[in-house]
Every structure is written in structure tokens, then in C-alpha cells.
């Protein structure tokens, strides 16, 4: 288990001081510790992962505005999607060791979950969430100016594949790789019909390499396609 004070340590030594330690410590543990420690009242990190979700997309989206006070709104969208990625996330969050931060759960633990993309995409999301409500917008994009901006290009991309969707992306690389045959399948549709849910798969030559869900078809088989781009990228 991670104590309060060897995470306020390390917020420290990102030259982060909150306020509410208990922010800090429920952006860090995961539902499956809080599961397992029913007793303890914890607070697990999904309601201020979805609050920091909103926060890093506004801070990036308004770094993107005034970095390319030429682009149009369409290619600014597809720039902040190129950036606020489950990959790009996860490797952020490995560089400023964000993993051995967490509290999981047993099973969530042996089942790799420190290491997962998805995961440390969500607590990078939470650890600003929880930034913001302990000290504001200001505090989060301060933050995101000192260890996050810096990967995004000053001068522009170095190529075009900003410009192209997650879908287009993986068809061109299953291409020119040869992986072969690249298909979708949607596993499973819920919800009432104001508010769909889909889950969609995404496999090549009959091996599923991602899965994705939205609220709308396309936009599962995007997330889904973004997740094999990652998943083949490190075969």
C-alpha cells in the first residue's frame, strides 16, 4: 500500500502541493482497492477521472488555440485527439512515475494493471481532476505547462498523421505491413435510445487487437482503432 506521505513526496517533487491530501490520495486508488477495503470509506478516482478528463481537454485545447492561431476548428480537434491519447497519456504517466503511486486491488494487481495504457491514461486524468478541484484551472494548466506542453511540437507536427483519423491511421499501417484482413465487430449495444452505448472490436487476420466503446458506432470503432495502433506499436 502507498502511504499519504510518500505521495505527497512525490507530488513534491513534481512541485505540486495539495491542499486536501484526501484529493490527492482518491486519485490514486483505483475501485478494485476501494473493493477490497469496503470498510476504510475510500473514495476510488472515476468520478474525478471524468472531472479531469474535461479539464485536460480544455488546458490542451486552449494551449492548441493560441500555438496555431491559423488552424480551423476541424484540424484543431484532430491535433488535441493526437495528443490526448490513451498512449500519449500512459507514456507520460511511466515518465513521471505515476505507477507505483497506485493502489489496486489483488486481483487488478496480478492481472497487470499497473502497466496497463487504459489505467495510467485514467489516473493522469484523475491527478488533474483532483489538481483542479484543490486548486483550480490555473494550478492544472501551470502544471501541464511544466512537464506536459513540452511534448507537443512548437513548429508543427513533424508529419501529417494528426490530420487523419485513428481509423485511416490503422488501415494504412495494417497495409503496409501486411498484416492482413482489418475488420470491426460490434460486441455489444445498450442503453436507452437518447443515450446508446456501443463496444466495438477491432481485429486483424482474426486477432483482436482493440476494443473501443462510444456512443455512437463511430465513435467505438475510432477508440477501438486508436487501441491497436497502440497494441501493434508495441508487438
Not at 449495444?189 to 458506432?217: C, D, I, L, N, W
Request: hydrophobic share 40%; glycine share 8%; proline share 3%.
Amino acid at each position: 500500500m502507498v502511504g499519504m506521505k510518500s505521495l505527497r513526496q512525490w507530488a513534491a517533487e513534481l512541485h505540486v502541493e495539495f491542499r486536501d491530501s484526501a484529493l490527492l490520495e482518491a486519485a490514486f486508488t483505483h475501485s478494485s482497492y476501494k473493493n477490497e477495503h469496503r470498510l476504510a470509506n475510500l473514495t476510488d478516482n472515476e468520478r474525478i477521472e471524468f472531472l479531469g478528463d474535461a479539464v485536460l481537454e480544455l488546458c490542451v485545447s486552449q494551449y492548441l488555440y493560441r500555438q496555431y492561431p491559423s488552424a480551423v476548428e476541424g484540424d484543431l480537434t484532430r491535433m488535441r485527439a493526437a495528443i490526448v491519447c490513451e498512449p500519449s497519456l500512459a507514456s507520460f504517466a511511466k515518465e513521471l512515475r505515476f505507477p507505483p503511486n497506485l493502489r489496486l486491488g489483488k486481483g487488478e494487481e496480478i492481472s497487470g494493471g499497473r502497466g496497463r495504457s487504459s489505467l495510467l491514461a485514467d489516473v493522469v486524468e484523475a491527478f488533474l481532476g483532483a489538481l483542479f478541484l484543490d486548486q483550480g484551472l490555473p494550478a492544472v494548466d501551470d502544471f501541464l505547462a511544466r512537464h506536459f506542453y513540452s511534448r507537443i511540437p512548437r513548429s508543427g507536427f513533424a508529419d501529417d498523421s494528426w490530420r487523419k483519423d485513428f481509423k485511416t491511421l490503422l488501415q494504412e499501417l495494417v497495409q503496409k505491413e501486411s498484416l492482413g484482413d482489418l475488420g470491426y465487430t460490434t460486441i455489444s449495444e445498450s442503453g436507452p435510445a437518447h443515450e446508446r452505448k456501443f463496444v466495438v472490436q477491432v481485429a486483424v487476420a482474426g486477432t483482436v487487437y482493440g476494443e473501443g466503446s462510444g456512443r455512437s458506432k463511430k465513435e467505438a470503432e475510432q477508440k477501438a482503432a486508436q487501441s491497436a495502433l497502440a497494441m501493434i506499436g508495441m508487438r
